[in-house]
């Protein structure tokens, strides 16, 4: 893929928006941050738009405080960037498509369908950092610690700061360039995002690993987040899909059942290491997704719940699906 | 500093021992079974030897099983390469230090005291398996995924994942090397070196969690190991250090404080994010450390040890010593 086209515009346009995927998070921030302050080195009229809530997580990233909610302005951009979003329905703005501004879509996401009038979607990049750190290059921008902090997050968030299996030797390499040609606190962005729990998340956590059930001699632990436990830390929480990694920590285990009682039944999260297929597993009950994650939702009480899927496990084990695949 | 001379004494050696820190760790491991796929790659006669207990968690490195006890041979051998080990004291086998063996020592510590005929100390490697890397490169061995996975071992592990601040553009450079040349699975030695605790520590976590306690308006975080923890627990764990991190993680936290009630006493663990230098606080009661890590020891009860160090963090706030630094 050539960044060529996308040069020739951004250096032909003088009003500039950048915007991303609703929800927010650490990559489609921190390249659109960067992006952002790459533009300016090269004096042009630039503004991230973003019509959502930012998480406050991010609110140490360089330049957050210029994210403008203020969507007036946008028929009269010369060029909108959109970055890191694979639909056009799931953009974090009102930015129109009819014809009244050129649109670059510039994406990670397999299943982008193309709505830009120059789309460069590289699904083989870990995070859509790589590909703005690629085009800060190429626009010969030099880098300074903020655009250095901004792409360094984008690239740590979207790989669980390195380690899983998107990270590539591309990925590594502009990390270490960062590194190298800049000084920037890449130790206190990790402390920033990886510290800065909620305290009653981390007490769910002590309440979670209480409930903690070993099954299938000791290959499987089932968790359950009851709604007296969140009604006890008067709190909702939102996603509590990490919650589940506190189980896959025991070495022992290979599969992790989280149970999570709400008001439209048992949603159930599972996770394997090495033997079980869990979307087998979430397929037998109406629910998907993949070998090594997958969720379904149950219509029981819990523990009616947990015996069922004691079962399905019991039956994938019989049936010998508990093979590395 | 320069390879060659380690490289020529290596050449003209046929039998060579390589050997490392007593406790071995993820960097000693990992560099010396690179080292040592790499000269048999090139036909040396070579052993790993060390008389230290390996731990459990690293069998699945390449090669582990071939590191050896047997001590006996040590003064036959051409070349002794120690790795990893700043002190002749330390070293996990009992090769002698009489001019019988030729010794090189290749290291990353400051202190280190060069006690090898040929000292290679590079404290600006993060990892042995850093400078492990090069030599393997100088010695035209190519890599495989054994050699790989070793030496991606020896850096996750010495740089926290690469999030400690001792990571630099060069250790980056270096993982992204091996995973452009070789195929191996990293991901999954992040899962089997980090997502390989024992259920006990992860039930003293729920524990402790459930004993945190808040102080300095939410600036500072008091979690308790006491003795009947560890009962009920049916253990001992050994080194509990790694539990401070839950209360780390909490975004309002400063400073995380760890009692661990044994039978000499309570033994306190601090830690900082940007407020407190905690070696100072330490330093009042006799004990030291750095300024964001630091730890002493009291003779009293928990209740009186936690109004003590509460009070002394009070009289750094009102020292104004609460500063980032």
Do not use: Q
């Not at 870990?126 to 030099?142: C, M």
Request: with cysteine.
């Amino acid at each position: 893929m050539e960044l060529n086209s996308i040069i020739n515009k951004i250096m032909e346009s003088d009003s500039i928006a950048i915007t991303f995927h609703v929800s927010p998070d650490g990559d489609s921030l921190g390249s659109s941050l960067a992006l952002w302050a790459a533009l300016k080195k090269l004096n042009k009229d630039v503004k991230i738009i973003c019509n959502d809530v930012i998480p406050d997580v991010y609110n140490f990233l360089p330049g957050i405080g210029n994210i403008s909610k203020d969507n007036k302005l946008s028929p009269g951009f010369d060029l909108v960037i959109v970055l890191d979003c694979g639909n056009k329905d799931r953009i974090c703005s009102d930015i129109k498509f009819d014809g009244s501004c050129f649109i670059i879509n510039i994406d990670h996401h397999k299943s982008n369908d193309n709505y830009g009038d120059i789309n460069y979607v590289d699904s083989t990049a870990a995070a859509v950092g790589e590909i703005v750190y690629k085009l800060i290059e190429s626009l010969n921008v030099s880098l300074d610690p903020d655009i250095a902090s901004n792409i360094y997050t984008s690239i740590l968030t979207d790989t669980g700061a390195f380690r899983f299996s998107n990270t590539t030797a591309d990925t590594l390499r502009i990390a270490s360039e960062l590194l190298d040609k800049v000084k920037f606190d890449f130790s206190d962005i990790y402390r920033r995002i990886y510290y800065s729990k909620d305290i009653k998340r981390i007490k769910l956590y002590g309440l979670v690993i209480d409930s903690m059930r070993l099954i299938l001699d000791g290959k499987a632990v089932i968790m359950t987040i009851t709604r007296d436990m969140l009604k006890s830390l008067e709190t909702e929480l939102g996603d509590t899909s990490d919650v589940i990694n506190i189980g896959m920590e025991i070495d022992s285990i290979d599969t992790g059942i989280l149970i999570k009682e709400t008001e439209e039944g048992l949603k159930i999260s599972l996770r394997s290491k090495y033997l079980f297929d869990v979307s087998k597993v979430a397929s037998k009950f109406g629910g998907g997704g993949h070998i090594r994650a997958a969720g379904l939702t149950l219509n029981t009480t819990i523990e009616e719940g947990e015996k069922l899927l004691t079962e399905a496990f019991i039956e994938e084990l019989n049936a010998g699906n508990n093979k590395s695949i």
